[in-house]
């Protein structure tokens, strides 16, 4: 079931990956409860250029996200960045961490604090380490998790129906 929803909101991405897939779409939601800190948009869909299968993870989700647009009403703009060069940037909006970014250092933390950006994660082991601000989960179920700490001291909000939606690390 999973897989042919997947398969039908990505306009037939390789079935062998529905949920990061379906990940970045929720995702794509999510962005939109965030209380804007101002009128960025950009999101940062990271990939490690030391592992090929974080850039076709990257790849499949950056896709997730463009099909996505019409939903997020063309308020988000994706585009794949490598994770040593985001240091370098400054006007993301989020940073999408992927499953093959093993483990998101704390320079990615300190960039998601430092810029009022959200560190969003495609899992939610990311979220139990306190290494990214919401993580989301597809299966067995849909899920959302939230780590209030880094939230806050990220200086970001979320709408209050977002509340309702997460649980809370």
Do not use: W
């Not at 929803?5 to 970045?24: D, K, R």
């Amino acid at each position: 079931m999973a897989i042919a929803i997947a398969v039908a909101l990505c306009g037939g991405l390789a079935l062998a990956q529905p949920a990061p897939v379906l990940q970045a779409k929720i995702g794509i939601r999510i962005l939109d409860f965030l209380v804007d800190p101002g009128d960025r948009a950009n999101v940062a869909v990271l990939y490690d250029r030391d592992n090929a299968d974080s850039l076709r993870d990257a790849d499949a989700m950056l896709h997730a996200f463009q099909d996505s647009a019409a939903l997020a009403h063309s308020r988000f703009q994706p585009r794949l960045v490598e994770r040593h060069a985001l240091r370098q940037e400054k006007d993301f909006k989020a940073v999408v961490v992927g499953r093959f970014i093993a483990d998101p250092d704390d320079e990615i933390v300190g960039y998601g604090i430092a810029n009022h950006t959200l560190v969003l994660s495609t899992g939610l082991d990311c979220v139990r380490r306190r290494q990214c601000g919401v993580g989301v989960a597809a299966e067995p179920e849909v899920e959302i998790a939230v780590c209030p700490d880094l939230i806050r001291k990220s200086g970001i909000s979320f709408a209050d129906g977002f509340q309702l939606m997460a649980r809370e690390f």
